[in-house]
């Protein structure tokens, strides 16, 4: 049994081949699309984290700060020398919290590699199928 065969123009082919390429690279912008939003919300969450250290930092060191100032000066430090030494604590945890925060986002790779590795190979399957 032999199986029909279909005979189609040059231009046929390549009006095809035009149409599925096309739609192809409408899929491809899509995937682009929502692997950068996902890596983008990832970025955002981090982001956030920072934002959210900086707050409760800032509100601990007040307090903190006013509670060790005061107990500096309940053990007879003079009041300038407990508010440096106060203030110097409190620079360093909040160095400390930026670094992770930073740390963290530094992490975050926004690269669309699926992506990039979708068009490498649509790339090659292209190579391919127009020789």
């Known amino acids: 049994m ?3 065969r279909i005979d189609r123009s040059l231009g046929e082919l390549f009006g095809n081949l035009s149409s599925q390429v096309g739609d192809l690279i409408q899929q491809e912008a899509r995937l682009a699309k929502a692997e950068l939003s996902g890596k983008l919300a990832d970025a955002g969450r981090h982001a956030a984290m ?3 250290a900086a707050a409760f930092g800032l509100t601990a060191v007040i307090a903190v700060a006013a509670a060790i100032g005061l107990l500096l000066v309940d053990i007879g430090l003079s009041p300038w020398l407990a508010a440096v030494i106060t203030a110097v604590a409190m620079a360093a945890t909040a160095f400390v919290l930026a670094q992770s925060g930073m740390s963290a986002l530094r992490k975050t790779n926004i690269t669309p590699v699926e992506t990039i ?6 790339t090659q399957w292209l ?3 127009t020789r």
């Open 2 to 4: 032999e199986t029909p």
């Open 50 to 52: 920072i934002g959210a």
């Open 117 to 122: 590795h979708s068009l490498k190979e649509t």
């Open 127 to 129: 190579s391919k199928s």
